[in-house]
Structure formats: C-alpha cells, structure tokens
C-alpha cells in the first residue's frame, strides 16, 4: 500500500515543478523584456522629439509660405 502513495507523491510533485518551472521561464522572460523595453525608451524618446521638431519646422514653412502668398493676393499687385 505504500508503493501507490510514493508514486501519487512522485507524480504529483513532478506535475507541480513542471507548472512552477514554465511560469518561472515565463516570468524571467517578461523580466527581461521589461527591462530591454524600459533601456530603449530614452533613445525612442530622443528620435520622437527629433521627428516632431523637423515636423513642425516644415509646417511653419508652409504656414508662412501661404501667409506671404496670401498677402501678395491681397496687395494687387500683378
């Protein structure tokens, strides 16, 4: 009667460290990939910031370029 017991026991605590080792492979990996993330997000900031300003520098060159055009139209001049 002991025999079946020890193999319940084996079996049920193989179960248990092959659920509690993936969780732990799956937990170590989002750890890592939190902190690739959070390193990359000062460069991606950077490159936002970069892309915004060259953006609006051409839409204040297009705002002035219409005001002029708009001013020129609005002289009479021919």
Do not use: C, E, H, N
């Not at 659920?19 to 950077?46: E, H, N």
């Not at 300003?53 to 609005?74: D, E, K, N, P």
Request: aromatic letters at 6%; charged letters at 20%; glycine letters at 8%.
């Amino acid at each position: 009667m002991d025999r079946p017991t020890s193999l319940l026991m084996l079996v049920l605590g193989l179960a248990i460290g092959l659920v509690a080792g993936t969780k732990l492979a799956v937990a170590r990996r989002a750890w890592k990939d939190y902190t690739v993330t959070k390193s990359s997000v000062a460069g991606l900031r950077k490159t936002a910031w970069t892309l915004r300003r060259g953006a609006f520098t051409r839409a204040g060159l297009v705002i002035l370029l219409l005001i002029a055009a708009m001013s020129y139209a609005a002289s009479g001049q021919r």
